[in-house]
């Protein structure tokens, strides 16, 4: 079944708030472009933010900067 954008965004949110307590911090921001992903098709511009951010996390960055990064995203999403 697939979800409303609101509720994967929703969803989203709830990753990113509990990211600096998770047990896995990159695996709980990869969760966070997957609900993204999975919520629907995407304006060109946000699947290509969307994407980079997916990029960048394969890139295995510092956990100190995966939340303001989501958040970034997140806001540019609405």
Same mark, same amino acid.
């Given at each position: 079944?697939?979800? @409303?954008?609101?509720? *994967?965004? *929703?969803?989203?949110?709830? &990753?990113?708030? @509990? !990211? ?13 472009? @997957?609900?993204? !992903? ?12 969307? /994407?980079? /951010? ?11 900067? !995966? ?5 970034? !995203?997140?806001?540019? &999403?609405?």
């Amino acid at each position: 079944m697939e979800r @409303t954008r609101a509720e *994967a965004l *929703a969803e989203a949110r709830k &990753l990113v708030r @509990t !990211l600096d307590s998770a047990p896995n911090p990159q695996r709980q921001a990869q969760a966070v472009v @997957t609900a993204i !992903l999975r919520s629907g098709p995407w304006a060109p511009a946000a699947k290509r933010q969307i /994407l980079d /951010l997916a990029r960048w996390l394969a890139d295995r960055p510092p956990p100190t900067a !995966l939340k303001a990064r989501c958040q970034a !995203l997140l806001e540019s &999403l609405g």
